[in-house]
């Protein structure tokens, strides 16, 4: 048996940090954030020592989990504000809002951040928070104001909306949330501005 090489070595790590990451922010949603390491140990079956070699405490690990969740989160608003332009319609609108849906339902770490978002990011340091509410602000929540024009009570209408409905999907281990309906639904709360 030959040894493995760097390269396997690196996806091997890559993987776990992935597999850690994505039962981390599940873990997030079952206990309400009070997991600890040999909790996420346990559900991704990996050693303690293992996991814990990559985050030596959980508040590395939830770092982490949101840090990749805004990259997921910015990308996806990048490629809509490309292909919307200066300004969104309605139509637009109701698109980004399927996509964000679409992408929290196959990514807890991105839902995570809205989640989070919704509650000022409780539970994290002081630092922490303050980061996290800076980075939302400005990566997320001011460039999609900018493109809808929409008053910051019905941005958060409509955002409270998605983070509600899909919440449900988390709690309840539901099946797939409706995201047509759920977009519909988010939509209502800043129809009156279009």
């Not at 989160?73 to 679409?102: F, N, P, R």
């Not at 196959?106 to 978002?117: N, Q």
């Not at 983070?163 to 309840?172: A, F, I, N």
Request: net charge negative.
């Amino acid at each position: 048996m030959c040894p493995r090489t760097k390269e396997q070595n690196e996806n091997i790590r890559m993987q776990r940090r992935e597999q850690i990451l994505d039962v981390a922010a599940r873990s997030y949603f079952r206990t309400g954030g009070s997991f600890d390491i040999r909790d996420v140990a346990r559900e991704a079956e990996l050693g303690y020592g293992t996991v814990y070699h990559y985050y030596p405490n959980r508040h590395l690990l939830i770092e982490d989990v949101l840090d990749s969740g805004f990259e997921r989160c910015e990308h996806v608003l990048t490629e809509w504000i490309h292909t919307t332009g200066d300004y969104a319609d309605q139509a637009q609108l109701l698109s980004y809002c399927k996509s964000l849906l679409q992408l929290w339902q196959s990514d807890a770490r991105a839902y995570l951040v809205y989640k989070m978002a919704s509650e000022y990011y409780a539970g994290l340091t002081e630092q922490e928070c303050y980061s996290a509410r800076q980075r939302f602000m400005e990566q997320l929540y001011i460039p999609l104001q900018s493109i809808t024009q929409c008053s910051d009570d019905s941005l958060r209408y409509m955002l409270a909306v998605l983070v509600g409905c899909c919440g449900l999907h988390y709690y309840t281990d539901n099946s797939s949330p409706d995201t047509d309906r759920i977009a519909q639904l988010a939509m209502q709360a800043i129809i009156k501005e279009f």
